[in-house]
């Protein structure tokens, strides 16, 4: 499966208790809880800035066309205490990422998880988030 | 493809009667959750200055703390929280995608900002306190040395001023500007918000720390969140530029905050 781009839907809409990456905003404003997926492609190249790092990727969707999709993760400040650098992710290496859609339909996702390449699996944001919430209104 | 992938995804999971377990949400939870942190904060007195005063000087570690109606490690929220009419509200209207003023980099204020999982630095000496947020690098100065709030112009961290009751230090915070919100899932607060921290620390290695919010157009009564900080001697605070990439904002996917000016 790999290079192939698996964009699964609408899974599960009740069992969204993850801890959330993102300090800077509300996860809410830009991503949405509804649309989880998976990415399998190559990495193009990784912007280690702030607020949050971003990983372009390129992946296959369905019919076998490769797109760019652009991946928030967490602050660098916070990755690098975890034990990321500017060099977790390298270009032409392959990378799976787990995360959830932006709203606005774009190719942009928020990342919960990267795989490297020696498969060791990574958490892609903070991994301060212990106190878990849906980002719903009760 | 895409509605069959998922549908045999679906069947599988019921099958074995095990969904939860299948939700990427939860996964992280089984297989990418990090290895626990071997680190040990230092053992000790708590450290005084030389007027005898506790001294929080340090960096500290915060339970990150998105709804304040929460407990979690660390943190004990405040499950329902009391609304007014005004109050219930400005909470059931928010919605963050149609403005995010964190996401546009704006001020988080004192309680987001002592909410973030980003370390805060406390530096002290007998007339002040400062917090150095590493969340987009912002300050905050606290006299405590028993003068009275003063008479500035409202503001997004508010106006601070510190005094001491035994070893606790209690600093309370009036003239908020009301266009912050209390934790990253929205829940409101207006101008006439009244923040009292209190700060103590049982051993070198800990601080523990008490909020209480009084705000009577936004809530009956007063309620609190009750935390415990980590001193972090591994550490160094870093620097946090918020506009440094801020492409969300930049690309139309978080919008700007509407204010009335």
Known sequence: MMNTARVLFGMCLVLMAAARLAAHHSFAAEFDTNKPITLVGTVDHVEWGNPHIWVYLDAKDDQGTVQRWQCEGGAPNTLTRNGWSKDSLKSSEPVTIDGWLAKDGSRTCNMRAVKLPDGRTVFAGSSNGNVATTQKKP | ???????????????????????????AQQEYKPAPSEYKPPAGPTPRLANGKVDFSGLWAKPYVPDMTKDGQNQKGMADLPFTPWGAHEWKI??????????ACLPFGMTRSMNTPEPMQMIQNDKYLAFLFEQNSWFHVVPIDGRPHGNGIATWFGDSVGHWEGDTLVVDTVNFNGKTRLDTIGHPHSEQLHLTQRFSRPDLGHLSYEV?????????????????????????????????????????????PKYKQ
């Open chain 2, 212 to 256: 209480t919010v009084d705000d009577p157009k936004t809530f009956t009564k007063v309620w609190k969140n009750v935390r415990t900080f980590t001193l972090r001697t591994d550490w160094e605070i870093m620097e946090y530029s918020c506009e440094e990439n801020n492409k969300s904002l930049w690309e139309g996917r978080i919008k700007p």
């Open chain 2, 1 to 27: 493809m895409k509605t069959n992938l998922t549908m045999r995804i679906a069947a599988v999971l019921a099958i074995v009667g095990a969904v939860v377990f299948a939700h990427p949400a939860t996964r």
């Open chain 2, 94 to 103: 928010y919605d963050a995608a149609e403005g995010d003023y964190t996401g």
